[in-house]
């Protein structure tokens, strides 16, 4: 008998602190979505700012969205589409680990260097947290 009270409260926690975990991920302050039409991109260019980086050059503006958006960029000078996705992943994997850095709802693009296929995923991650915490 203790045994299944025991078991029904492990189960009743381990609900809800998935429950917790799914309410925090759909949240709005965190969520980030990306930049897809070409025309979300001119937008962003015409009004921005610009950041350089030692890999990546940043233009942002602040949003009146709840939800940050990020666009990347990466051209055909980098190299071939398998280096250009490589890239991609590299940039799309440090943004989802530093979220936190995007304290207010921005629209932010990231444009590669070719000097970031040189770079180490440290570096570039380095790079990507400055810029970020020079915006907020």
């Known amino acids: 008998m203790a045994l299944d009270q025991e078991c029904q409260r492990r189960v009743v926690k381990?609900?809800?602190?998935?429950?917790?975990?799914?309410?925090?991920?759909?949240?709005?302050?965190n969520r980030i979505s990306k930049l897809r039409k070409r025309s979300e991109f001119l937008d962003l260019r015409k009004n921005c700012?610009?950041?350089?980086?030692?890999?990546?050059?940043?233009?942002?503006?602040?949003s009146n969205d709840q939800i940050s958006?990020?666009?990347?960029t990466v051209t055909k000078r980098i190299g071939s589409s398998v280096v250009r996705n490589r890239i991609k992943?590299?940039?799309r994997a440090i943004i989802q680990k530093n979220k936190e850095f995007f304290v207010k709802p921005?629209?932010?693009?990231?444009?590669?260097k070719k000097e970031i296929l040189k770079c180490k995923f440290e570096v570039i991650e380095k790079d990507i947290k400055n810029i970020l915490i020079k915006i907020s």
């Open 69 to 72: 958006k990020v666009g990347l």
């Open 106 to 112: 921005l629209y932010l693009e990231i444009i590669a």
């Open 89 to 91: 992943r590299i940039l």
């Open 14 to 29: 381990k609900l809800s602190l998935e429950e917790d975990k799914k309410e925090e991920k759909f949240s709005q302050h």
């Open 49 to 62: 700012k610009t950041y350089r980086g030692k890999s990546i050059i940043s233009n942002y503006q602040f």
